[in-house]
């Protein structure tokens, strides 16, 4: 068996055919590859300087179990329940729903911003799925769909989309900078790759003190240059921690594409720098994410150490409502995207073998409807953060210089639009 | 009460918290086997073992960061950086990550680090060796920052520290790291942060300092009481929060202040105190507040004992505050 086989050169997305490649030949057992340290000598040869794109799906090396016609490769089919492969369509959709009404209320002017996931749910919502329940996720800021699934309320969503009192994060943070600590989910910061040594470090605590969990790190490929993508995959190889790094290979960090992050033929094949498996996968294939990230979540757990995980998926929205993704890239270089589309293609699967109907979008989209403006409603009419709050939690208890600053700010004149 | 010198109260103190709460785990760049450059850390991995005295690779980002995530699962990580000239790769982690955790999250999850590292000059140790950057972190809203001067302080001050619920970054002044000896109680110990210590007690003039410059502010204290001029010695401790208290209370009786540390002067933390003074006991002051300090220049290698604000530096500053 060959492990990390190297990927044919990209295909441009418009040729992508249409059929599953039967040469796939489940290569989700790259996480289990025999050898000194599961490296193969063959693949560190340098390849040719090919155009990376994450069109090229269709590779060998890529586990796809989820087909053009609907059907699922048994050789890598995660074999869920119907009820949970509904529930899991539901919340792909719930999340698709929430991104757009988001947009539209930022459009208002009602929230200030919106950084979401469109066309990027099935490689979300499969890894959450994975996650066991004592597992921690670790998320970048695209993930807000996964925390909903682990249990983080919509209504804090919503307020944190707020920035009002009942905002987990109490108005300190911009919109999408949850935390839920119930859904075992913790807290976003804005600078790149922060998470990945903190999930690392979290798992290795585990590790010490023997307890069995699993951290799943979220980050883009963006993320991959960053020196904490380094310390993070260093330490977790060296230290065999029980972490899984999974990589959201959308195609574009803000403006740059993927080839400007690396000269790797693929982001999955810097594990084996690293002393651990990498696997590239359909990131719009929701069984075959489910698939890969579930059994790098068991290999962790059985104290074989982290992997690396790259989701081949596509941004098809901005990469945030501060965004105009048409400055650097024409909207019709979306349409390969659009027709890999991992809601339309789990929908043909639903409806061939889960009795599915365009009536339940129907429905589900007219709940999510009512969930939201309900919401919506209450995190309006929900006070802002008091002053005091701002000088809270700074420090554990209020030192003197934080004591007199807040007196100065209470006992001062207020800004204008103070408390909206 | 035995004696000892810094780096063996450090060692009293890491060992006997790490007996006393399991949750304690040590890490950093050869602070296993062979017990830290400076040999803080000695003993301790035959101790406790790999899983509490952790060599790590060589990255104090990496170090930082992970130690963050060991810190929101439940242990009390105390890194060590080799020295605090490096600790600049893992800024980022420290201030837009370990600072903010709690109040980012709204106080769903907090992360506690102590983080040791050894600072200032006094090694010939040239820039990279010799740095003293505490203000660099003072400015960062919700570190505390901490610097003993003695052997016992060294010890109380750490154990106060690994027990603060706050991140705390613990500078420790190794040109004094055995070069100060003095009596340190034996076990449990606990010198409480945020309370300066009135060293020397005197009527003419305040001179506040910390780590290894106390040492040349008493030695100037000296020098200066021999004009006749009586000073009053404050060895700050915790440098934030700082004691306020203290340092306005010493003003008020002498109306005359000198601020000695090794950082360089623009911004350092003298800056903040004369204008905390200037806010709090204007009216008191008999003479403009004088710093002495660090140049705002790289630390140089050759003329280290030019560049740090020694006794010499120091006399002739509160003579002349003295007579202002």
């Not at chain 2, 769903?108 to 740095?131: M, N």
């Amino acid at each position: 068996m060959s492990s990390m086989p190297a990927p044919k050169p990209a295909q441009p997305p418009a040729h992508l055919e249409d059929g599953h490649d039967t040469s796939n030949k489940a290569q989700v057992s790259t996480a289990h590859r025999p050898g000194t340290n599961g490296v193969d000598t063959s693949t560190l040869a340098v390849g040719p300087a090919v155009a990376r794109h994450p069109g090229d799906t269709k590779s060998a090396d890529v586990v796809k179990c989820l087909r053009d016609d609907g059907s699922l490769d048994p050789r890598t089919d995660p074999n869920l329940s119907s009820e949970e492969v509904v529930a899991l369509y539901e919340a792909m959709l719930r999340t698709r729903i929430l991104d757009d009404r988001l947009v539209t209320l930022q459009r208002q002017g009602r929230i200030g911003f919106h950084i979401g996931s469109l066309g990027e749910e099935a490689a979300i919502l499969g890894s959450a799925f994975a996650m066991r329940p004592q597992d921690w996720m670790f998320p970048c800021y695209r993930e807000f769909g996964g925390a909903l699934w682990r249990g983080m309320p919509l209504q804090r969503y919503v307020d944190n989309m707020f920035g009002n009192s009942n905002d987990p994060a109490k108005g300190r943070q911009m919109p999408d900078h949850y935390c839920y600590r119930k859904a075992k989910v913790t807290s976003i910061s804005s600078p790149i790759g922060t998470q990945i040594t903190q999930g690392v470090g979290f798992a290795w605590g585990a590790k010490i003190k023997h307890d069995d969990l699993v951290t799943m790190i979220y980050f883009g490929e963006g993320a991959t240059s960053s020196n904490e993508f380094h310390n993070g995959m260093n330490f977790a190889g060296v230290f065999k921690t029980p972490a899984v790094f999974f990589c959201r290979n959308n195609g574009w960090a803000i403006s740059v594409p993927t080839e400007r992050q690396t000269a790797s033929r693929t982001f999955a094949e810097k594990a084996v720098a690293y002393g651990m498996p990498g696997v590239r996968v359909d990131g719009n294939d929701l069984f075959a994410v489910i698939k890969v990230t579930r059994e790098a979540v068991e290999r962790a757990a059985r104290g074989e150490g982290p992997t690396l995980i790259e989701a081949m998926t596509y941004r098809l929205s901005g990469h945030s409502t501060s965004d105009d993704p048409k400055a650097y890239r024409p909207d019709g270089t979306l349409d390969p995207w659009r027709a890999q589309d991992p809601l339309a293609r789990l929908r043909k699967h639903l409806h061939k073998h889960h009795g599915w109907t365009e009536a339940r979008d129907k429905d589900l989209e007219a709940r999510v409807d009512a969930e939201l403006r309900e919401a919506v409603k209450i995190a309006e009419a929900t006070p802002a953060p008091s002053l005091d709050s701002m000088f809270e939690e700074v420090f554990a208890d209020l030192p003197w210089h934080l004591s007199e600053q807040k007196a100065e700010l209470v006992n001062g004149p207020r800004a204008k639009g103070h408390g909206h | 009460m035995p004696q000892m010198n810094m780096v063996q109260a450090i060692n009293d103190a890491l060992r006997l918290e790490m007996r006393r709460d399991p949750r304690v785990v040590l890490m950093g760049e050869d602070i296993g086997k062979v017990g830290g450059v400076f040999r803080v850390t000695q003993g301790l991995f035959d101790e406790f073992g790999d899983d509490r005295v952790i060599d790590t690779p060589l990255s104090e980002g990496g170090i930082i960061g992970t130690a963050i995530g060991m810190a929101l699962y439940g242990l009390v990580p105390v890194p060590e950086i080799q020295f605090g000239d490096f600790i600049f790769p893992a800024y980022d982690q420290i201030v837009s990550e370990l600072a903010k955790y709690r109040y980012r999250s709204g106080g769903e999850y907090s992360a506690k680090l102590v983080i040791r590292t050894p600072v200032g000059g006094g090694i010939r140790g040239g820039h990279y060796h010799s740095q003293s950057p505490e203000a660099q972190f003072i400015h960062v809203a919700g570190l505390k920052v901490v610097c003993p001067a003695t052997p016992a302080d060294a010890k109380g001050l750490l154990l106060a520290s690994i027990r603060d619920p706050d991140p705390v970054l613990f500078f420790e002044p190794k040109r004094v790291y055995r070069a100060a000896k003095g009596d340190v109680p034996e076990g449990d110990f606990v010198v409480p942060l945020g309370k300066a210590n009135v060293v020397k007690p005197g009527k003419d003039v305040t001179i506040v300092a910390w780590g290894a410059m106390l040492y040349e502010a008493l030695d100037a204290a000296q020098k200066a009481a021999e004009k006749g001029i009586d000073c009053e010695v404050i060895d700050l401790r915790t440098l934030w929060p700082i004691d306020i208290d203290t340092i306005i209370e010493s003003v008020k009786k002498t109306g005359r202040v000198v601020v000695v540390h090794e950082a360089p002067k623009s911004c350092g933390l003298g800056s903040e105190i004369v204008a905390l003074i200037n806010e709090k006991a204007f009216l008191h002051l008999e003479a403009p507040p004088k710093r002495v300090t660090g140049f705002d220049t790289p630390f140089p290698y050759t003329l280290e004992n030019e560049y740090l604000p020694l006794s010499h530096r120091i006399v002739p500053a509160v003579v002349e505050t003295a007579g202002y």
